[in-house]
C-alpha cells in the first residue's frame, strides 16, 4: 500500500513481513540474497516503498537499517540522504522536520505508487524474458 499510512502497529513489522512474504512465495526455504548492485539500480523506489510501508520511524538512519537488515545490503549516508532529498525535490516524499532529525512521508502518493508500479513493471519484464531464455535458451 503507497498511502503512507502503514497498518502494521510496530513500524518495521510491515517492512519485515512484505520482504519476508516475498521471498517466501518466489523462494520457499531456498536461500536468497540481493545484490547490492541491483538494491542500488532500484533505491528511489526501494526508499519510496519503505516510507509508504512504515508508520513511523521514516527517518534517515532507520531507512539506511532496513536496506541493511531486510537487502542485506549496506549503504552509505552519502548514498541515500541524496536520493531522499531529490525524491522530495520531485515532489514524491516529503521532509518533516522532528526535535532531532527528519523524517519523510508520501507527499504525493499517487505519484509515489505510480513511480514504483513502473518500476515493478520493468524489473517483471524483464525477469520474465530472462525465464523464458532460461527455458527455451541453448545454455549447454
Do not use: N, W
Amino acid at each position: 500500500e503507497l498511502e503512507g499510512t502503514g497498518k502494521a502497529e510496530a513500524s518495521g513489522t510491515a517492512v519485515s513481513e512484505t520482504v519476508s512474504e516475498v521471498e517466501g512465495s518466489l523462494f520457499g526455504e531456498e536461500s536468497f540474497a540481493y545484490e547490492e548492485a541491483h538494491i542500488k539500480s532500484s533505491l528511489d523506489e526501494l526508499l519510496v516503498s519503505l516510507v509508504a510501508l512504515r508508520s513511523a520511524d521514516t527517518h534517515g538512519k532507520q531507512l539506511l537499517d532496513d536496506l541493511a537488515e531486510e537487502f542485506d545490503t549496506m549503504l552509505s549516508p552519502g548514498t541515500v540522504y541524496p536520493r531522499l532529498h531529490e525524491l522530495c525535490e520531485e515532489g514524491l516524499l516529503d521532509q518533516r522536520e522532528l526535535v532531532k532529525t527528519k523524517e519523510y512521508v508520501l507527499d504525493d502518493p499517487e505519484d509515489a505508487r505510480s513511480k514504483v508500479a513502473a518500476a515493478a513493471r520493468q524489473h517483471l519484464a524483464l525477469g520474465m524474458m530472462f525465464r523464458a531464455a532460461l527455458e527455451e535458451g541453448d545454455f549447454e
